[in-house]
């Protein structure tokens, strides 16, 4: 590898190291003849480039890093026993990813999406991830439903378009999915900058303490930058006049030493306030309410480092619900249990079976012989080391267990799983959420940005949707059917053809 920044230049060569005479030339025959196989240097770099593009994420594709650091602001040492939640004061280095969901690579920044909030800890334990998004809640509970959902979200099969009927069909069949679809068409819908947006764990997970003691908890990253929205139509312009402006907001703040920072807390429960509580605690698509369960603060999240790579850092980061350390472990909510399968196996697919050596992946210590070979190997493959237990080498590994987080104890018989019918618990909360807009005066720009997306939908799927909405506030279901009617649909709305 070269180092830009002293000596002389390094010499060219090709990928074995040869240098090269003459790096715009190929060897042809004659003056107009044909080229020769012999010319290693032409081959190696079109077989190179025929290469570059790996796959990109199936969804959350459309993103943008920077490194950072974690620091405890307060003793929670009551609750969690992991290493680096532990002392005031610690510092742990740290790798951010924010993203769009629906989109390809190369789609605006500004789209109306939930965006990804995924943080890589390199603790002395091991890397944690906390792959989470800018909302509280999500659009199903069920793991099942999620490529069909996502399916929606992406192109038509047959026109290759956006689809508002796909879109609004799923969301009026599946209504569990308002109280996200509330917060989605929201201002907060299209975030001004990364900056400008909170992070959510969504999910409850289990902490630990030293004594074996266990709360379920759900993680809030508050920004300290406030929060700052677009309204739809600015979100609209700058899909024209700049798709990558949060990528240019975020790379630009912390260059000129503007960083970042995010204030985070902690929400508990205890298992005998979850049996009680008004909700089912694995519910994905419910908050707990801030005035039973407060929050406590413990730590500040700071970006202060842009990645000098994308496709080295950025593109190959690769997170996981799966990574984690003691002290911290995932519920039994079944989006999150399908989750902890989901990204390590895209990761294989993505960046091949080693994608934890990759240095933006790899753990500050690691230590596993018994994971041997496979594509891309670049940690010397252990060496000699045994690579089966045996006694044979006894200081090959020891083992530093110091308590067991089995905690739980669940007995049933298998049964079909599905958490699809809604009740009246289900529109609850999308129903204050409501008022909220009410008092902080987004009611009208919530109509607005559904009927503009919802226009383009079959009258059927509209009056489904309209339904939902009246399940939330009779008031927000009226003033909707009336926005949408008002505007006149696109002379061709793509459909899905029934
Ligand atoms: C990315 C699956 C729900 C947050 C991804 C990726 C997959 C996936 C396959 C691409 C990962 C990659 O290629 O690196 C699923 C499944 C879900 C689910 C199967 C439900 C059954 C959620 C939820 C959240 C979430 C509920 C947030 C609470 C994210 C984030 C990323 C992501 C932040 C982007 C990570 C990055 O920046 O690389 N998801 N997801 N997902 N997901 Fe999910």
Same mark, same amino acid.
Not at 45 to 62: C, N, S, W, Y
Not at 241 to 248: G, Y
Not at 286 to 291: I, R
């Given at each position: ?60 594709? =459309? ?29 742990? /280095? ?7 969901? $629906?989109? +390809? ?18 603790? +002395? @334990? ?51 999915? %308002?109280?996200? %679809? ?11 900058? !990364? ?9 409850? &997970? =289990? ?8 709360? !379920? ?10 929060? /700052? ?18 990528? +240019? ?15 985070? &807390? ?19 698509? /419910?908050?707990?309410?801030? /005035?039973? &369960? ?10 202060? =480092? ?67 070979? $496979? ?21 090959? !590994? ?26 009246? @618990? ?43 909405? *009246?399940? %939330? ?10 926005? *949408? ?14």
């Amino acid at each position: 590898m070269s180092d830009k920044k002293s000596g002389p230049p390094p010499v060219y060569t090709t990928s074995n190291g040869c240098p090269v005479r003459d790096p715009n030339a190929s060897i042809r025959v004659g003056q107009h003849g044909p080229l020769l196989l012999q010319d290693h240097h032409l081959i190696d770099l079109l077989a190179h480039f025929d290469r570059e593009r790996i796959p990109e994420r199936v969804v959350h594709a =459309k993103g943008s890093g920077a490194y950072g650091h974690f620091e405890v602001t307060d003793d929670i040492s009551d609750l969690v026993s992991s290493d680096f939640l532990n002392g005031v004061g610690k510092k742990t /280095k740290t790798f951010t990813r924010f993203s769009t969901v $629906g989109g +390809e690579k190369g789609s605006p920044d500004s789209a109306r999406d939930p965006r990804g909030f995924a943080t890589k800890f390199y603790t +002395e @334990e091991g890397v944690i991830d906390w792959v989470y998004n800018n909302t509280p809640v999500f659009f199903i509970r069920n793991p099942s439903k999620f490529p069909t959902f996502i399916h929606t979200q992406k192109r038509n099969p047959e026109t290759n378009l956006k689809d508002a009927t796909m879109f609004w069909d799923f969301l009026s069949r599946n209504q569990e999915s %308002v109280h996200q %679809v509330m917060q989605l068409f929201s201002d907060r819908g299209t975030p001004a900058s !990364y900056r400008n947006m909170n992070g959510y764990s969504g999910h409850a &997970y =289990k902490w630990t303490n030293k004594k074996g003691e266990w709360h !379920y908890v759900q993680i809030h990253l508050i920004t300290d930058q406030g929060i /700052k929205t677009l309204n739809n139509e600015e979100a609209g312009n700058l899909t024209a006049e700049n798709p990558d402006h949060a990528q +240019e907001d975020l790379f630009e703040a912390i260059a000129k030493g503007d960083f970042p920072s995010w204030t985070v &807390y902690v929400q508990t429960m205890t298992p005998e306030q979850a049996e009680k509580a008004p909700f089912n605690v694995f519910d994905l698509t /419910k908050v707990w309410p801030h /005035k039973d &369960y407060p929050l406590r603060r413990f730590g500040k999240l700071t970006l202060d =480092k842009n990645p000098e790579n994308y496709f080295a850092e950025v593109e190959q980061a690769a997170f996981s619900p799966a990574h984690t350390v003691p002290g911290f472990e995932p519920s039994a909510d079944p989006v999150l249990q399908s989750r902890l399968f989901s990204y390590s196996d895209t990761h294989r697919h993505r960046l091949g079976v080693n994608y934890q050596q990759i240095p933006v992946n790899c753990p500050l210590k690691v230590h596993n012989p018994f994971q041997r070979d $496979g594509a891309g190997v670049v940690n010397g493959n252990y060496g000699a080391l045994p690579n089966y237990p045996t006694d044979y080498s006894p200081t090959t !590994y020891r083992t530093d267990v110091q308590l067991s987080e089995r905690h739980e104890k669940w007995v049933g018989t298998a049964t079909n799983f599905h958490w699809d019918v809604t009740g009246p @618990e289900d529109y609850v909360q999308a129903g204050k959420l409501w008022e909220v807009f009410g008092k902080s005066g987004q009611q009208d720009a919530f109509v607005h940005n559904v009927s503009v997306h919802l226009q383009n939908a079959k009258p059927e799927v509209q009056d489904r949707t309209f339904d939902m909405f *009246t399940k %939330v506030s009779p008031d927000l279901g009226s003033r909707l059917r009336e926005a *949408t009617l008002k505007l006149k649909p696109r002379a061709k709305a793509p459909g899905f053809r029934l």
